[in-house]
């Protein structure tokens, strides 16, 4: 989620071209493929994104449009596709009014709104997790999502132990098979930090003291630790009050990472601080030694929620992979940039997650405005180099999601997955793509018999994971 600030001046470019909603609500049983679908990835691709059900009220923000989620179910070779809204309570009563009630990120908090100053959109990202698959956004509870059919369950509050909101990213541990969340909020102590047994069950939840609130959406999981991201983006209502923004990058502010055993607390978490940056998403993080290691896309600084044309700082906005390493022996902190490439969205093979991994993946960020992305980016960390799969002339995509070969013993062995809109013909596919064969043309091009709107996050969920649903 990069690149996203509001042009002061035009028309909203989120509201507009493959960023526009698609409302209808479809179910294709027989895709055309170009290529072939390898025999071995069964399972299906399900991502989420907004897609506003009505016109907004007043400014739109990206993030602010309702949940959709798009799924392509792949087996023996063939693949279907379905789009749903995520029913959340919002878009129950907005669907009901037959209009928006909620305004969005743009706008100042709706104080007297009788539903409520926000509404849960459940259009960020998503987890399987327990056998049950999540529709996630970082504001509120998760919803129950059915699979394949895409349908809306609910809320899902583990039998009403949840008590904070739920991020966007949670971590499943590959071998204990724990998931660990967080939630942030403008009360003290702005941060809880929970987690989830293997078979859904909801451990613990423990307080996280922070100096003042900020906006936390992603954080990193090791073998034995849990990282978290105390970063200068901060909310403000002093600010608010004053006419400014809710949400701001404070540049005089440093950055503070905070590492707590993965069963710890407030007491012994160990805070670091490093140069004030900002970090939406984070590729993966391994111990090494005395060391801690985190990798993520890291920003010189935001704009994401402020209008403006040109930020003060060139370099707002632009992520580029990034290395902390932190010292639990010494206390000391080193930071390495790892490429200059713009690139954003990264992902590693999951089965990996937490532990020392030799490959990741990241969109390649476009030369726009806009948070385009034109391909996708092979890093070996082992080497420092990289490949680029490129999705052509006028073609851009979203995050590519690791699809494991079923049996693979290499970390590289599986497939990219991501849908790929192409502008000039405004038609949408879905591109499966060799994970070890990255500069090659897509195995599999899957036509998508309507517009897929660009969106945010994905997961691969497979055959036996679909049957455990």
Known sequence: MTNSTIPSTAVNPYLNGNFAPVRPEITTDTLQVVGELPPELSGMFVRNGPNPQWTPIGKYHWFDGDGMLHGVQISEGKATYRNRYVQTRGWKMEHEAGKAIWSGLLEPPQMDNPHGAYKNTGNTALIWHGGQMLALNEGGAPHAITL????????????????????????????????MFFGYSFAPPYLQYSIVSAVGELLQTVPIELPMPVMMHDFAITKNYTIF???????????LHRGESLLMFESDRPSRFGIVPRYGNNSNIRWFESSPCYVFHVYNAYEAGD?????????????????????????????RLHQWRFNLRTGTVSEQRLDDVAAEFPRVNENFLGLPT???????????????????????????????????????GGEAVFAPRPGAITEDDGWLITFVHDEASDTSELVVVNAQDLTSQPVARVMIPQRVPYGFHGTWVSEAQLKAS
């Open 148 to 179: 394949p059919e895409l349908g809306t369950i609910g809320e899902y509050t583990y039998n009403d132990k949840l008590v904070s909101a739920f991020t966007a990213h949670p971590k499943v541990d590959p071998v204990t098979g724990e998931m």
């Open 229 to 239: 991201m105390d970063l200068p983006l901060t909310f403000s209502a002093e600010r």
């Open 291 to 319: 060391e801690v290691v985190l990798i993520a896309c890291r920003m010189n600084s935001t704009t994401v929620l402020e209008v403006e044309d040109t930020p003060a700082d060139p370099d707002a906005n632009i992520p």
């Open 358 to 396: 030799r490959y990741g993946y990241a969109g390649k960020m476009a030369n726009s405005p806009l948070p385009l992305f034109e391909g996708v980016i092979k890093y070996e960390l082992n080497s420092g180099k990289s490949q680029t799969h490129e999705f052509g002339q006028g073609r851009y």
